[in-house]
């Protein structure tokens, strides 16, 4: 514990590095992506600590004797320090006013998946997680473990791509976190709650079944449940959104609603759910006729996501699963969005300034590979089929069917997409071909006429390039391709949020969705600040106000 406060932002004062926004679009870590992606889904398997777990203790946290409590849940986080502290730091106040109400600190947070991106290393935790919660919410003198605030944590699929290892000794060691106390023992847990409310969380990452050690600790905390009791259920994956992609994406959920819930008598009023880095809630009635709200927060820290795809209305399951025994489907509205439609569809058009602007080596990238194709395209003896051009261009199209297939779904779409988008690319070459052979550039003696084509042609071709992949994924979007690549390109960085769930005296469960459309960009250290507050404080304030009116679930 450190025995005073920083006295300036110096990692050595602080005790981390403040980091800047993960450059998804970063060729090295696009490669270094895929690869992680590729070795997950075929290794996954051999990795999975999950059964292994079976060997930790089981027990469930009991927060049941509380006449009240609170709980934030909050997801997506552990990316660039500006939108990490700033919910962070909000996260920590001791009162939040949002629009005129106070809302004070939770008791218990829930993190609601990947804690850290991009990769689940100790160091990455450290600088992009731990460092800002710990400066957040330092160690609070003469507190004792049991009276701190409790937090809890879901492992998105960053945090499972060292299999877990990581994850668990930050988590599952029963140590704090600033002034956090860590609880829990495994990937999932159970929580009892005040008023026969219970919080479940459920680890179905990288994986397409529930291991038995997990529904084993289901089934046990299952036996507790009956008719009066209900159920907010996390995961790290909002299966009733990407329904649309993939028909299988609820059946775990449906799977373990229907056969380790529902037996009981006990009902699922609210799914929570992080991955996809936005606020939205659909709402609708459960299998029995309950209303029940399906609800996606992954405002954290994590680039920005819009709305604008996103259907008005989702079955779950769908029509479409396989699964001969899933539920009857049931029908859920969006009845709410951060951020909307409208706001959505123009923060998308800012693509075209933005994806060259913040990812400079996505431009460099673009322009090899358009300079290599224009030179193969002017020496080319053999006509087409001369073999720098077959394999250049092959190349070429190449790229753009991995792009549009770049999270793993390979349906029709993301097929035909791949292939036009790699239409102007290739007539991007002809063009570019016919105008520098029409330069006094072109004629300079060999190797200078391949030099001078690296120097002057490549920065312009990558740059024209660029726009290019700006202009498809525009277009993209409104067919549900490279939505999330259309977003991290630009990196956006605002429009933050996350829930502050309050169950009150009356047994009724309030959600307050709050919002921070600008994050702070400027901190300074604050060693003159009592010894409980944060050590980092905001230039800039912080203004949270409400996604939409308090939510009452009964």
């Known amino acids: ?115 850290v991106y991009p990769t689940a290393s100790v160091t990455d935790y450290e600088n992009r997680f731990k460092g800002p919660y710990r400066a957040a919410f330092p160690p609070q003198p003469g507190q004792p473990s049991h009276a701190a605030p409790t937090m809890y944590a879901v492992p998105g699929n960053h945090d499972w791509y060292d299999g877990l290892t990581a994850f668990l000794r930050l988590f599952a060691q029963n140590d704090p976190i600033g002034g956090w106390q860590t609880s829990q023992r495994r990937s999932y847990f159970a929580v009892a709650l005040p008023h026969r409310w219970w919080l479940l969380a459920i680890d179905v990452q990288l994986a397409s079944y529930i291991d038995e050690p997990q529904l084993e600790y289901f089934r046990q905390v299952a036996s507790q449940l009956g008719p009066d009791d209900r159920i907010v259920l996390c995961s790290a994956k909002p299966g009733w959104v990407q329904t649309i992609d993939d028909p299988q994406a609820y059946d775990n959920l449906d799977y373990f609603v229907r056969t380790v819930i529902e037996p009981t008598g006990a009902r699922v009023p609210l799914l929570l759910a992080g991955d996809l880095h936005h606020y939205t809630r659909y709402a609708g009635d459960d299998t029995d006729g309950r209303p029940r709200h399906l609800v996606t927060c992954g405002g954290g820290g994590a680039y920005l996501v819009g709305t604008a795809h996103l259907p008005e209305a989702v079955s779950v399951p769908p029509e479409t699963t396989t699964d001969r025994e899933a539920s009857k489907p049931r029908q859920y509205r969006l009845e709410s969005a951060y951020p909307d439609r409208k706001r959505s569809r123009r923060l998308g058009r800012g693509i075209l300034t933005k994806l060259p602007r913040r990812n400079p080596g996505f431009v460099a990238l673009l322009g090899v590979m358009q300079t290599l194709w224009m030179l193969a395209l002017l020496t080319a003896d053999g006509g087409w089929l001369n073999g720098a051009v077959g394999v250049t261009g092959a190349g070429v199209v190449a790229g753009t069917l991995l792009f549009a297939t770049a999270l793993g779904t390979r349906g029709r779409r993301q097929w035909i997409c791949g292939a036009l988008h790699a239409v102007p690319h290739l007539a991007l070459g002809l063009v570019g071909a016919a105008a520098w052979s029409a330069l006094p550039l072109a004629d300079a003696p060999s190797p200078w006429d391949t030099v001078l084509a690296f120097v002057v042609y490549l920065p312009v071709a990558g740059l024209v390039d660029t726009w290019i992949v700006g202009v498809y994924m525009l277009l993209a979007r409104y067919v549900r391709v490279n939505v999330n690549e259309l977003y991290a390109g630009m990196g956006i960085t605002d429009y933050k949020s996350f829930v502050r769930m309050h169950i009150g005296t009356d047994g009724s469960l309030t959600l307050h969705p709050i919002a921070v459309e600008r994050v702070c960009r400027r901190w300074h250290a604050d060693p003159d600040a009592p010894a409980a507050a944060s050590w980092i404080a905001p230039v800039e304030p912080l203004r949270p106000s409400r996604v939409e009116p308090p939510v009452t679930l009964s």
């Open 1 to 115: 514990m450190r025995d005073q406060r920083p006295s300036d932002m110096s990692p050595v004062q602080i005790g981390f590095t403040p980091q800047k926004p993960v450059p998804w679009l970063n060729p090295g870590l696009l490669a270094g992506t895929a690869v992680r992606v590729a070795l997950a889904h075929l290794f996954g398997g051999y990795l999975d600590k999950r059964e292994l777990q079976a060997v930790l203790p089981s027990a469930v946290d009991d927060h049941s004797g509380a006449e009240e409590l609170w709980i934030d849940y909050v997801a997506d986080l552990g990316d660039g320090f500006d939108a990490t502290y700033s919910i962070a730091h909000l996260l920590a106040r001791e009162s939040l006013t949002v629009d005129g109400t106070d809302l004070p600190r939770a008791d218990a947070v829930v993190l609601g998946g990947d804690q």
